[in-house]
């Protein structure tokens, strides 16, 4: 739903805000980017990183997904956001956390960020309450200030100093990251990557002097072959190493979730 676009996004160029006409988001000034057929607008200003999710890391995230594996994870995240009603995802990857919050948010509207094209195709058009953009958390989003009422970082990048920008006074924001205990009989079975021990410590520490309240999501699953080998195609280990033969198993989602509040001051 490309109408959503309007009221959040500033110019790349002058800094201006961005409004719908014609096809694309357009300044007082006359720069536009256009609106794609699949609704997404690219507004990452330079080549997408080496890093970015692939379309077959997608197709993967998304099969997992489908399966409700992480259904207690998105509701987590679902419950942190509850009340609010201007939602940015911040690397949303498939909009699969976001469209299960406009789903239980009958009054929010949202919009997803991602610095993969192919990301932002799927994002834009999974939910008819969310727009979805390319950009680049690190560079900075084109995002108006105080355009939030909540930030959802899922699994994804932080740049602290933006996600306060884009969210107003008394706002919400939600990061979940895993713990080393995730997917901990995955990642030995196949020599995956580790999970850093601090990570709850980072998120905590870049946001001094703001209300937070922490718990963890921790329950086991069960993952045929095909889950297992989509769990490893969806994330960082798609760019490291892929096992030829996945095998299936129970296994552990463990996941901290953080929210905090941003203060009025």
């Not at 409004?19 to 609704?39: E, F, L, R, V």
């Not at 979730?257 to 009025?264: A, K, M, N, Y």
Request: proline share 6%; net charge negative.
């Amino acid at each position: 739903m490309t109408a959503i676009l309007d009221g959040w996004l500033t110019c790349l160029v002058c800094g201006q805000h961005l409004t719908q006409a014609s096809g694309a988001m357009i300044c007082p000034d006359g720069h536009s980017y256009d609106i794609a057929k699949q609704g997404y607008v690219n507004l990452l200003g330079h080549a997408p990183p080496r890093n970015a999710d692939t379309a077959a890391m997608l197709d993967a995230r998304a099969r997992f997904l489908g399966h409700g594996l992480y259904d207690q994870v998105a509701d987590a995240i679902v419950d942190a956001v509850r009340g609010r009603t201007r939602i940015v995802d911040v690397g949303a990857g498939t909009g699969y956390y976001l469209a299960h919050v406009l789903d239980e948010l009958p009054e929010a509207h949202g919009l997803a960020t991602d610095v993969s094209v192919a990301a932002a195709k799927r994002a834009a058009r999974a939910h008819p309450r969310a727009g979805a953009i390319v950009a680049d958390t690190w560079a900075g989003l084109p995002i108006r200030d105080g355009a939030a009422d909540a930030v959802m970082c899922v699994f994804a990048p932080r740049n602290a100093q933006e996600f306060a920008r884009i969210l107003q006074p008394g706002g919400t924001l939600v990061v979940a990251v895993p713990t080393p205990l995730h997917l901990k009989e995955l990642r030995e079975r196949h020599h995956l990557l580790d999970v850093a021990a601090d990570k709850v410590e980072g998120v905590i520490g870049a946001f001094p002097g703001w209300p937070s309240s922490v718990w963890t999501e921790e329950y086991q699953i069960g993952l045929d072959q095909e889950q297992a080998s989509d769990l490893i195609a969806m994330g960082p280990n798609a760019f490291h190493h892929s096992p030829d033969d996945v095998a299936p198993g129970p296994c552990t989602v463990s996941v901290t979730v953080l929210r905090f509040t941003r203060p009025l001051g």
